[in-house]
């Protein structure tokens, strides 16, 4: 295959973004909304794209070889389903699917089809994530001992899914890359103030086997926007602040020694790490071409999906019992 051809499907808050991506690129052969405003939307950003409003038609066109799924998430598995049974390899926006079980199904299908199916973890693919994975795995933090990330905003509000399962997806999917195994158990806290049984702040820890901990704050319900990932090593701690406009990655030369059995702090100096430019998205987009071309497996492949699914769905058990810890063994 030279180049596979897209239909993007969904041209909603974040599916414009994937059409102004993929059609940058080149490859984009139709835009699918079954609403008026998503279909004016698409032809704004990609006037000479063929629009539709019906998601079947898509599946069913020799022309496109691969889809992009950015609908709600009740409609991620039926859709990538019907997609791969077409076919189709498919990129499906976070969060995967609404459990577990849906993302297995997704998978299988995938297996059985021989088909590409990437979750879209933007994350993995922030060049301070990849620079800090590169850091974390040759040791220069030391040994890791805890990781905590904030994820605040005031909005944007959903109805259909709380803030743990639009916000969270981002961070899991980076700590269980950065940690390299599952959490043993997790507990997890939130409050609902807007809509009754939808929590709109929620705090989740993560105990894993190692030792090392890890909490994600998330709500949209904060006065003020923070994207912080902190990593704090035994040697030197990394701090990752997406909101930054410069240094985004900042590397503290700080650890705690001890004499006389008792502890000392030691502060070296700060520096900002070096980072490529380019924009995360655009990353995204293009491994996923080069997945569909060589049919290599992606990063963000559908088992980092169900791993990140596990984890939300294990938060989201131990939210409704007040935070009661589960184990991830027993989801």
């Not at 990140?308 to 589960?326: D, E, Y």
């Amino acid at each position: 295959m030279n180049q596979p051809s897209i239909a993007v499907l969904g041209c909603g808050y974040w599916g414009q973004n994937l059409v102004r991506n993929f059609h940058a690129l080149g490859v984009l052969r139709a835009v699918c909304d079954p609403g008026e405003a998503g279909r004016a939307r698409a032809r704004q950003i990609a006037p000479e794209v063929e629009v539709l409003d019906d998601f079947a038609s898509v599946f069913q066109r020799s022309d496109v070889h691969a889809v992009v799924l950015a609908t709600p998430a009740e409609t991620h598995e039926p859709l990538a389903l019907q997609a791969l049974a077409a076919g189709k390899d498919v990129l499906v926006e976070k969060p995967m699917a609404l459990n577990h079980q849906q993302g297995l199904r997704m998978h299988e299908a995938a297996e059985k089809a021989g088909g590409i199916l990437m979750v879209g973890h933007l994350l993995e693919f922030h060049p301070a994530v990849l620079k800090l994975r590169e850091m974390v795995a040759g040791g220069a933090l030391g040994k890791v001992n805890y990781i905590y990330s904030n994820r605040l905003n005031f909005g944007k509000i959903r109805t259909e899914e709380n803030a743990l399962w639009s916000f969270a997806p981002h961070d899991i999917a980076v700590i269980l890359r950065l940690v390299g195994e599952l959490p043993l158990e997790v507990t997890c806290t939130g409050g609902s103030y807007l809509t009754p049984n939808l929590a709109d702040v929620t705090v989740s820890c993560l105990h894993f086997r190692s030792g090392l901990r890890a909490h994600i704050f998330v709500s949209w319900l904060n006065p003020f926007k923070e994207q912080k990932l902190v990593v704090m090593g035994d040697q030197k701690m990394a701090v990752f602040n997406d909101v930054a406009k410069e240094a985004k990655l900042v590397l503290f030369d700080q650890r705690v020694d001890f004499s006389n059995r008792q502890p000392v702090l030691q502060r070296g100096a700060e520096v900002a790490v070096a980072l490529p430019t380019g924009e995360p998205l655009r990353a995204e987009c293009e491994h996923f071409l080069e997945c569909v071309r060589t049919r290599a497996r992606p990063l963000t492949d559908s088992a980092s999906g169900i791993a990140v699914l596990r984890v939300l769905q294990a938060c989201q058990i131990s939210l409704q019992l007040n935070g009661r810890p589960t184990v991830l063994a027993e989801v």
